[in-house]
């Protein structure tokens, strides 16, 4: 008889755990994965991609003043908030539908509960109420939003995960918070015609981005009608009539507000687990440590994706499932190497980055060169957008080799993911600067930079 009761067992059925319990599946193991919500995870049922549906959304109301320019009447048009938010979730259910398919071809077991690590090799199924043995454990469980419990009032407003399902689409609304999660959640509620704030406790929207592409972003969506409340905390919030709140700040300003928003941040989920008393190591923040190879203090448990605290991105948690994968049931060892990676935000304008900021490169003791470019994008002057483009080179002055590049504008997400392979090889200014533009289009500008 086999000694364990599965060869790997997944808690956690987010983008890393399916990719995870997959691959392992189809290398020929005995896997089980096991979700308490729906499979999924994130990224799939309220995060990267019903988001990106949103922006999308929000897209059209410049889009229709856009094409005027163009010789194009479009007075006719109007915004259904119902209609958008049940094709979205519809979607993201179809999705989850699809992972459950491909678990179930690769030979996973699903498992709808909630699990609690007993020891090294144990679990326990807390509605089922019986226990499970695993050669191995793999956590996935992915992270959550946080409220701040210690302000007066904070129940009254909601998070990025009820932003996707409201009943209504508010006319006006405060969005705490000045990272990705906020700056992309105001620039979907304006673009869809709300009255938009954030409120920010730093001096700049974004930080850890470049600090030129913090400016850009921030100064174009003043423009185009958020405003922006930076160096203020929200101190209270009350309820009004109406469902409307009055939010106090620390500066003393008072906000009413039909919507109040949470965009502070995200914690790993990892409470009431009983990873501690298995032993496995956390973090201060909750997470749990892991090696290069994503093992934590115990040999015979893993983790990967946010639960990790790493580098909080889909695709890195699925690339960390496959060095896993390989690692454990194909016995080629492998770390992702978690350098490089390019990260986008759906902002308006949207920014694709990778590699070191300024600060970052000038902190690391690199003498550097500076290329930078700032233009309006050619559909954009037809159209009598303002909008306009913001690229950044970071090179070694010593070697040359380009340390980042950074945009912010039309197109720049997808701009990036090709960006980022030139810098993940180690690519010099010198080789960007033969290659050859594509024209008329605004990626060209990224070898034609010739001056710093």
Same mark, same amino acid.
């Given at each position: 008889?086999?000694?364990?009761?599965?060869?790997?067992?997944?808690?956690?059925?987010?983008?890393?755990?399916?990719?995870?319990?997959?691959?392992?599946?189809?290398?020929?193991?005995?896997?089980?994965?096991?979700?308490?919500?729906?499979?999924?995870?994130?990224?799939?049922?309220?995060?990267?991609?019903?988001?990106?549906?949103?922006?999308?959304?929000?897209?059209?109301?410049?889009?229709?003043?856009?094409?005027?320019?163009?010789?194009?009447?479009?007075?006719?048009?109007?915004?259904?908030?119902?209609?958008?938010?049940?094709?979205?979730?519809?979607?993201?259910?179809?999705?989850?539908?699809?992972?459950?398919?491909?678990?179930?071809?690769?030979?996973?077991?699903?498992?709808?509960?909630?699990?609690?690590?007993?020891?090294?090799?144990?679990?326990?199924?807390?509605?089922?109420?019986?226990?499970?043995?695993?050669?191995?454990?793999?956590?996935?469980?992915?992270?959550?939003?946080?409220?701040?419990?210690?302000?007066?009032?904070?129940?009254?407003?909601?998070?990025?995960?009820?932003?996707?399902?409201?009943?209504?689409?508010?006319?006006?609304?405060?969005?705490?918070?000045?990272?990705?999660?906020?700056?992309?959640?105001?620039?979907?509620?304006?673009?869809?015609?709300?009255?938009?704030?954030?409120?920010?406790?730093?001096?700049?929207?974004?930080?850890?981005?470049?600090?030129?592409?913090?400016?850009?972003?921030?100064?174009?969506?003043?423009?185009?009608?958020?405003?922006?409340?930076?160096?203020?905390?929200?101190?209270?919030?009350?309820?009004?009539?109406?469902?409307?709140?009055?939010?106090?700040?620390?500066?003393?300003?008072?906000?009413?507000?039909?919507? !109040? &928003?949470?965009? *502070?941040?995200?914690?790993?989920?990892?409470?009431?687990? =009983?990873?501690?008393? #298995? %032993? $496995?190591?956390?973090?201060?923040?909750?997470?749990?440590?892991?090696?290069?190879?994503?093992?934590?203090?115990?040999?015979?448990?893993?983790?990967?994706?946010?639960?990790?605290?790493?580098?909080?991105?889909?695709?890195?948690?699925?690339?960390?499932?496959?060095?896993?994968?390989?690692?454990?049931?194909?016995?080629?060892?492998?770390?992702?190497?978690?350098?490089?990676?390019?990260?986008?935000?759906?902002?308006?304008?949207?920014?694709?980055?990778?590699?070191?900021?300024?600060?970052?490169?000038?902190?690391?003791?690199?003498?550097?060169?500076?290329?930078?470019?700032?233009?309006?994008?050619?559909?954009?002057?037809?159209?009598?957008?303002?909008?306009?483009? !913001? &690229?950044?080179? *970071?090179?070694?002055?010593?070697?040359?080799?380009?340390? =980042?590049?950074?945009? #912010? %504008? $039309?197109?720049?997400?997808?701009?990036?993911?090709?960006?980022?392979?030139?810098?993940?090889?180690?690519?010099?200014?010198?080789?960007?600067?033969?290659?050859?533009?594509?024209?008329?289009?605004?990626?060209?500008?990224?070898?034609?930079?010739?001056?710093?």
């Amino acid at each position: 008889m086999p000694q364990y009761d599965y060869d790997l067992f997944v808690i956690g059925a987010g983008s890393g755990g399916v990719r995870a319990a997959r691959l392992a599946g189809r290398a020929g193991a005995k896997v089980a994965i096991a979700e308490q919500v729906q499979i999924g995870g994130t990224c799939v049922l309220r995060g990267c991609v019903p988001k990106k549906f949103f922006v999308y959304a929000s897209e059209f109301s410049q889009a229709f003043r856009d094409a005027k320019g163009f010789g194009w009447t479009v007075d006719w048009a109007r915004f259904d908030w119902p209609t958008l938010r049940d094709a979205v979730q519809n979607e993201v259910n179809r999705l989850s539908g699809i992972y459950a398919t491909n678990l179930g071809a690769a030979g996973v077991e699903m498992i709808d509960d909630r699990v609690v690590v007993i020891d090294p090799h144990t679990v326990r199924l807390t509605r089922e109420g019986r226990s499970v043995t695993a050669e191995r454990i793999l956590v996935a469980t992915g992270g959550h939003t946080t409220r701040p419990t210690t302000i007066k009032g904070q129940e009254l407003g909601i998070t990025s995960t009820d932003a996707f399902v409201l009943e209504a689409l508010p006319s006006s609304i405060v969005i705490a918070g000045g990272g990705y999660i906020a700056v992309e959640f105001a620039t979907i509620f304006s673009g869809l015609g709300v009255d938009t704030t954030i409120v920010y406790r730093g001096e700049r929207i974004l930080r850890g981005f470049d600090h030129d592409v913090r400016a850009h972003v921030q100064a174009d969506l003043q423009r185009t009608g958020v405003n922006i409340i930076c160096g203020s905390t929200i101190e209270d919030v009350s309820g009004l009539s109406h469902g409307k709140k009055l939010v106090t700040l620390s500066n003393s300003m008072k906000l009413e507000t039909d919507q !109040l &928003m949470w965009a *502070i941040g995200r914690e790993p989920n990892t409470a009431n687990m =009983g990873l501690e008393s #298995a %032993g $496995v190591r956390l973090t201060e923040r909750g997470a749990i440590a892991v090696d290069a190879y994503s093992r934590s203090s115990v040999p015979s448990i893993w983790a990967i994706g946010d639960v990790t605290d790493r580098v909080n991105l889909t695709p890195v948690a699925i690339r960390e499932a496959v060095a896993f994968v390989e690692t454990e049931f194909h016995g080629r060892p492998l770390a992702f190497d978690h350098a490089d990676i390019a990260s986008a935000v759906f902002s308006r304008p949207p920014i694709g980055a990778v590699g070191l900021t300024e600060e970052q490169a000038r902190a690391k003791g690199h003498k550097l060169k500076i290329f930078r470019t700032n233009f309006r994008p050619m559909k954009h002057i037809v159209a009598g957008n303002d909008q306009r483009v !913001l &690229m950044k080179m *970071i090179v070694d002055a010593a070697s040359d080799r380009v340390l =980042g590049v950074h945009i #912010a %504008g $039309v197109d720049s997400p997808e701009q990036i993911q090709l960006a980022a392979i030139a810098v993940k090889a180690g690519l010099t200014k010198a080789q960007w600067d033969l290659t050859c533009a594509v024209h008329p289009t605004g990626a060209e500008e990224l070898v034609l930079m010739g001056e710093p």
